[in-house]
Structure formats: structure tokens, C-alpha cells
């Protein structure tokens, strides 16, 4: 990270008090989470990642996470590195997955989808709960895939387009994640 990044970073945010959320301004992608390019290369970071990258501290390998449950905060102050599973148990407390005020949506045991249909899991994802690789979910999400028909993308993915709706929801409320496109090692070399 040089200064002419850090300096159109937080071009990009409104900069409040210590204890407020700094809203980034710039562009969110599909889940809310401000977006930066980190120059030259022309690859895109997640502002919030970056946020904690210009802090000083190190996020590779980890979720950077919102005390403060705002998707495009980039208060320092409100992000702290986490594990993946920390996020979700995060997430699950704040009752983002609905869990808390709708526990009858915690599938548990032999009544999940995936114990009833254990042939659909396809093993070596990164995720447990469905057939799309990070690879996959990343061109759907961040790549070529973006804004092409359901039918089409379905059919490029070879999954149907209920699984496909049904991915795109899970995407949206928390359930799968797609890591950003950036891989840590180059995030750290900007
Ligand atoms: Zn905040």
C-alpha cells in the first residue's frame, strides 16, 4: 500500500468520530462491501479489508469482520480480523442468518438437504453446503458470469437454476461466502 492509495481511499470514506461508522463512499459490490482498486494491477480489494491493511494490521488468510454489523463501515476501529468461522458464529449472535428471531430456520441433523441428499455434495469445495467451487462463485459473483441470465449461467456452471437462485440467496444472507477476488498475497503488495 503506497500513499497514492492510501490518499483515494480515504477520498472514499466519510470520515466521522472516533466511535462512528465511516461509511465508505465509493463503489459496494453485489453485498454492500465497499470496493477500491488497488492500482496498477487494476485488482479490486474490499475497502474494509484495505481499512485494516492501512491500520497495520495483517488480514491474510483471515475474514476481516463489523463489530458494528454496517457492510460498509471502514471505521478501523470497527473491523477486527477473524477466521471465517468466527464471522459466521459473529454473524449468528447478531442473528443476521435470522437464527435469533427465527430459530425454526436452523437446520439441524438428518433433516438437512445435504444429509437427505449427501450424492449432491461435491467433495474438495471450499464449502460444504453446495457444488460451486470458489473459482466458480467468484466468476459468478465478482467475473464473467456477472449479470448473464440465470438459465445461462446455470448451464455454464452445470447446476440448475434453482440451485443457482437458491446460491445466489444463501450469497446474499451470509451463508456462503465468497472470498474477494484478491488473494492476500497480492493484497499485500499493493
Ligand atoms: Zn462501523
Not at 476481516?64 to 477466521?83: E, I, K, Q, T, W
Request: with cysteine; aromatic share 8%.
Amino acid at each position: 500500500m503506497n500513499e497514492t492509495f492510501e490518499l483515494r481511499f480515504w477520498e472514499k470514506v466519510d470520515k466521522r468520530g472516533p466511535d462512528d461508522c465511516w461509511q465508505w463512499i465509493g463503489a459496494v459490490d453485489w453485498a454492500g462491501y465497499g470496493l477500491i482498486n488497488s492500482g496498477g494491477r487494476g485488482k479490486i480489494l474490499r475497502a474494509h479489508r484495505a481499512s485494516v491493511i492501512l491500520d497495520g494490521r495483517d488480514p491474510s488468510g483471515k475474514s476481516v469482520c463489523h463489530s458494528c454489523d454496517n457492510r460498509s463501515c471502514v471505521n478501523p476501529r470497527h473491523l477486527f480480523v477473524g477466521s471465517h468461522k468466527d464471522n459466521m458464529a459473529d454473524m449468528a449472535i447478531k442473528g443476521r442468518h435470522g437464527t435469533k428471531t427465527k430459530p425454526e430456520r436452523i437446520v439441524r441433523g438428518e433433516s438437512h438437504y445435504w444429509h437427505r441428499h449427501p450424492d449432491r455434495i461435491k467433495r474438495g469445495t471450499d464449502s460444504p453446503y453446495f457444488k460451486l467451487s470458489q473459482h466458480d462463485l467468484q466468476r459468478l459473483f465478482f467475473g464473467d458470469l456477472v449479470g448473464v441470465p440465470v438459465k445461462d449461467a446455470a448451464k455454464e456452471l452445470n447446476i440448475s437454476r434453482a440451485t443457482l437462485s437458491g446460491i445466489r440467496t444463501k450469497v446474499k444472507n451470509g451463508t456462503i461466502k465468497v472470498d474477494p477476488v484478491v488473494s492476500d498475497q497480492r493484497s499485500e503488495d499493493v
